[in-house]
C-alpha cells in the first residue's frame, strides 16, 4: 500500500457504478497507486443516487466528493478526478 500524505486533510468518496467506463478509468487509476477509498454505486444504492443529485446536483458518474475542513465539494469528469487526486497526493498519474 503506498504512503500517502498531504497537508491538507480531506476525505474522498467515488460515485459511480460498475459498467462505467469512465468510472472504470478512475478505478483503474486507484488501484494502481494503491489508493482505497468508499464507492458507492449509484444504481445499487438509491440513497447513493440522492446524495450525488442533492450534494453535486447532477446525476453524471464518475463523481469524486471531497470532505475538508472548508466544507464540502463534488468533483465530476474521470480525468479531472485523476489529475486532482495526483496533484493532491503527490502520485504519478498513469
Known sequence: M?????????SYTLYQYDTCPFC???RQFLQSVG?????RDILDDPEA?????????????PCLRIENADGVA???????IIDYLSRRLDVPRT
Not at 75 to 80: G, K, M, P, T, V
Open 35 to 39: 489508493l482505497e477509498m468508499p464507492m
Open 49 to 61: 443516487f440522492l446524495e450525488l443529485l442533492q450534494g453535486g446536483g447532477r446525476q453524471t458518474v
Open 74 to 80: 463534488w468533483l465530476y469528469e474521470s480525468r479531472d
Open 24 to 26: 472504470h478509468r478512475v
Open 2 to 10: 503506498a504512503d500517502f500524505t498531504s497537508s491538507i486533510v480531506e
